[in-house]
Each structure stands twice: as C-alpha cells, then as structure tokens.
C-alpha cells in the first residue's frame, strides 16, 4: 500500500530482457529515505508496485513480469529515464494522499499540458471502460503521484498541477503524447463493484437489502 507522495525522483539504470518479463535496475538520489531498503519490500515506479530482488550501491534491481508490462509503461522503460519512487507505507506514516495499491489499471495519454500561470493543468485520455471510477474531485494516481481530477469529459480527465509537484515529480517531462500509469480510486472501483452486482442481482430491485449485504459478503 502506497499514498501517492513520490518521495525521490531515480533512474533507470539498466533494462534487461528475462524471458517474457524484464529485470529493471533503477537508481535512487534520496539516500536517507532509500538507505534502509531490503530485498523483498515492495517500491512503487511510476506508480507500479514492484519487490526489490537486489540491492546495490544507491541501487536496486526488480523483477516485471509479462502481465506487468501490458498493463503499464514500463516495458517502454530505457535507462536514463526518471522515474518516481516511493517506498511502501507503514502503519505509523501519516496518509498526505490517498490510499494507491501500485496496481495500475490502465494506461492513459496526455493530451496537453497547459501553463496556467501559476499551476499546470494537464488532460488525460483513458479507455472508456474507466469511465465509472472517476468522478470530479476524486483522487488519481498518475504515474504513481496523487492527485485530485478537476474535471471529466468524456474519456478523458484534467489535473492542476501545483509548482512543487511539478518541481519535484517527473511531472514536469510530460507532453502531449506521453504515456502515462493510471490508478483510479480503490473506493470508486469497490462502489462501481457493488451498483454492478446490484444492478444484475436476481433480486435486484434496485435498493439495498439485507440479502444484497449478504450476498457481498457483509
């Protein structure tokens, strides 16, 4: 579990072909919040959850498997690109974002970063099956990063980017084009989860009963 607070922008140091998955090396800058870091903890890349299987000097290596790499950007990985890390949450962190899992749902396209003055928005296209678990003023994480949508249409969604965010994230090498991980709201997905057993229940008459509870698992 993750929050959305890049805490250290690294590097892909290294991008190595494993069968049908990758071994990816990636290096890290912020040595007092990485220096601790063992095998088998989970970091969030870009938003994606990944184990440490190695560890180096400022450095660690992950293993992306093939499911992985069709869901999410980093089989596009080469190194020197940035990426954003966090490390996974412990239970006396405080929560600045909101509650990421690192498993990405979908890959979305920016189509344009507009200066505001002093913020940036940016609008995002996504598929159209997602369309039931954005609202406006919900959290998404992009590329790892949380952030509020200001608004929707259709299938596609803008966010204000404020100076720090856009200093301190690998926000600010977005452009129109670029790729980006896209994870929507666990709370949105469990809600649209049960409108849509609801919706196709047996006994759906359309208003929450007992047996409905029930039936999920309540």
Request: glycine share 12%; with cysteine; hydrophobic share 40%.
């Amino acid at each position: 579990m993750f929050t959305g607070i890049v805490k250290d922008v690294g590097t892909i140091a290294g991008v190595h072909r494993r069968g049908a998955g990758l071994r990816i090396a990636v290096r890290y800058n912020n040595e007092q919040e990485f220096s601790d870091l063992a095998i088998d903890e989970s970091v969030a890349i870009n938003g994606v959850c990944q184990t440490v299987v190695a560890l180096g000097d400022k450095a660690f290596d992950v293993d992306t498997i093939e499911e992985t790499l069709k869901k999410t950007t980093l089989g596009f990985f080469a190194p020197g690109a940035p990426v954003n890390l966090e490390r996974a949450l412990q239970a006396s962190d405080r929560l600045g974002g909101h509650f990421v899992q690192g498993h990405v749902d979908c890959v979305g396209t920016v189509l344009g970063v507009y200066d505001l003055g002093g913020s940036r928005e940016i609008r995002i296209g996504f598929p159209e099956e997602f369309q039931p678990f954005i609202v406006p003023v919900g959290s998404i994480a992009i590329d790892g990063v949380s952030l509020t949508v200001a608004n929707v249409k259709e299938n596609s969604f803008a966010v204000a980017i404020i100076p720090y965010t856009f200093d301190n994230t690998t926000i600010n090498n977005l452009k129109e084009g670029s790729r980006v991980n896209l994870e929507f709201d666990i709370l949105g997905k469990y809600i649209a989860r049960q409108q849509e057993l609801l919706k196709n229940s047996e006994r759906g008459s359309g208003k929450i009963s007992e047996n409905w509870l029930s039936d999920l698992g309540y």
